[in-house]
Nanobody, 116 residues
Framework: QVQLVESGGGLVQPGGSLRLSCAGS????????MRWYRQAPGKEREWVAT????????TYADSVKGRFTISRDNAKNTVYLQMNSLKVEDTAVYYC?????????WGQGTQVTVSS
């Protein structure tokens, strides 16, 4: 079965950096676009970034463009989210996502808290 496991969250000061990781299993990782979403307290889950399976264009939400970078290592079945210049408003639970065969799959999420 499809499994996604996120890691790398934590507490960081404004202006700091974190790198999130998401390990996928149970599907052909290299053949699927991978996405990051986030959900802040009291808000709906929002899309953050997409890394296509091959070629294509990596895309970002305007709120993170220029600060976050999504990348993937198909040999490790892992997608990353490098987050720089973090802001208080980036505080959220971050989720890894894959959409395949008309089903959305989610990890358990990892908490990112940006606070001084």
């Amino acid at each position: 079965q499809v499994q996604l496991v996120e890691s790398g969250g934590g507490l960081v000061q404004p202006g700091g950096s974190l790198r999130l990781s998401c390990a996928g299993s149970g599907f052909t990782f290299s053949s699927n676009a991978m996405r990051w979403y986030r959900q802040a307290p009291g808000k709906e889950r929002e899309w953050v970034a997409t890394r296509p399976s091959a070629g294509g264009t990596t895309t970002y939400a305007d709120s993170v463009k220029g600060r976050f970078t999504i990348s993937r290592d198909n040999a490790k079945n892992t997608v990353y989210l490098q987050m720089n210049s973090l802001k208080v408003e980036d505080t959220a639970v971050y989720y890894c996502n894959v959409f395949r065969r008309s089903v959305n799959y989610w990890g358990q999420g990892t908490q990112v808290t940006v606070s001084s």
